[in-house]
C-alpha cells in the first residue's frame, strides 16, 4: 500500500531563516507522481510543484527548491530566506496508478510552518 | 481567472438536518473530486466523478451523496449530518483522471453540525 510520511508535525523557524520540509513515501510501483502542496490559513490547497518518478533533476522555483531521491524515497522541499507568508500547512501526496484507469492520491498528514517576524 | 469555486465558504447545520454543498470551476476540466478534510490531518477522499462516470471510495459512508449535473457543477450531499461531520469539504478538479493528473482544489467549505 502506499504511504506518505511528513514526520514534522510542526516547525517555528525566524524569518530569513531557510527551512527543510520533509517527505518519505511508500510505493511499490516504478511509476509515480509525487506533489507538493501549501494550504495556508483561509484552507485553500494551492498546488507547487509535481515531480514523475524517472525525473530525479532537483529544481527551484526563486525560493523554493525540492530534492527527490529515489535511493531514499525522500521529496523534500526547502524555503529559503523564509518570510511570514510562508507560514501555511504543507502537504506532500502521492499519486500511483488505481484500478479502473484514474489515480490514487495518497497525502501526507502535513507540515504546520510558523514563520516568526 | 480560471478557477474553483465553492459555496457557502462557512456552513452551519444541525444535526441530523440535510445539506447540499456546491463546487463549480471555470477551468473546463473533466474530473471532479470532493474530500473531507478533518482538523490536522490529510484530506480524504470521499468521491469523484470522470465526466459522468462516479466513483466511490469504499469507504465513504453512505451518507454521503453526490450528484454532478454538468461539466462546471458537483454537489456534495450529507443527508443525515452527525457531529463527526464537523469537517472541511474540499472540491478538486483535474484535467483527466490518469496517473499524475494536478488537482487543484477550491477554498474549501467549512462545515459546522450543531
Known amino acids: 500500500a502506499q504511504k506518505v510520511t511528513q514526520a514534522q508535525t510542526e516547525i517555528s523557524v525566524v524569518e530569513k531563516e531557510d527551512v527543510t520540509l520533509d517527505c518519505v513515501y511508500e510505493?511499490?510501483?516504478?511509476?509515480?507522481?509525487l506533489f507538493w502542496y501549501k494550504q495556508p490559513p483561509s484552507g485553500e490547497l494551492v498546488f507547487l510543484i509535481r515531480?514523475?518518478?524517472?525525473?530525479?533533476q532537483n529544481e527551484i522555483s526563486g525560493r523554493y527548491s525540492w530534492n527527490f531521491q529515489k535511493s531514499t524515497s525522500s521529496f523534500n522541499f526547502t524555503i529559503t530566506a523564509s518570510q511570514v507568508v510562508d507560514s501555511a500547512v504543507y502537504f506532500c501526496?502521492?499519486?500511483?496508478?488505481?484500478?479502473?484507469?484514474?489515480?490514487?492520491?495518497?497525502f501526507g498528514t502535513g507540515t504546520k510552518l510558523q514563520v516568526i517576524p | 481567472d480560471a478557477m474553483v469555486i465553492q459555496n457557502p465558504r462557512y456552513q452551519v447545520t444541525q444535526f441530523g438536518k440535510p445539506v447540499t454543498l456546491s463546487c463549480s470551476q471555470t477551468?473546463?476540466?473533466?474530473?471532479m473530486y470532493w474530500y473531507q478534510q478533518k482538523s490536522s490531518q490529510a484530506p480524504k477522499l470521499l468521491f469523484h466523478?470522470?465526466?459522468?462516470?462516479?466513483?466511490n471510495e469504499a469507504d465513504t459512508p453512505d451518507n454521503f451523496q453526490s450528484r454532478r449535473p454538468n461539466t462546471s457543477f458537483c454537489f456534495l450531499d450529507i443527508r443525515s449530518p452527525g457531529l463527526g461531520d464537523a469537517a472541511m469539504y474540499l472540491c478538486?478538479?483535474?484535467?483527466?483522471?490518469?496517473?499524475?493528473?494536478?488537482?487543484?482544489f477550491g477554498p474549501g467549505t467549512r462545515l459546522l453540525v450543531l
Open positions: 478538486a478538479t483535474s484535467l483527466s483522471q490518469g496517473i499524475g493528473e494536478t488537482q487543484y
Open positions: 466523478y470522470y465526466d459522468k462516470d462516479f466513483n
Open positions: 510505493t511499490r510501483d516504478t511509476t509515480y507522481y
Open positions: 501526496a502521492l499519486s500511483e496508478a488505481y484500478s479502473g484507469g484514474y489515480q490514487k492520491v495518497t
Open positions: 515531480r514523475n518518478s524517472f525525473d530525479e
Open positions: 477551468l473546463n476540466h473533466n474530473v
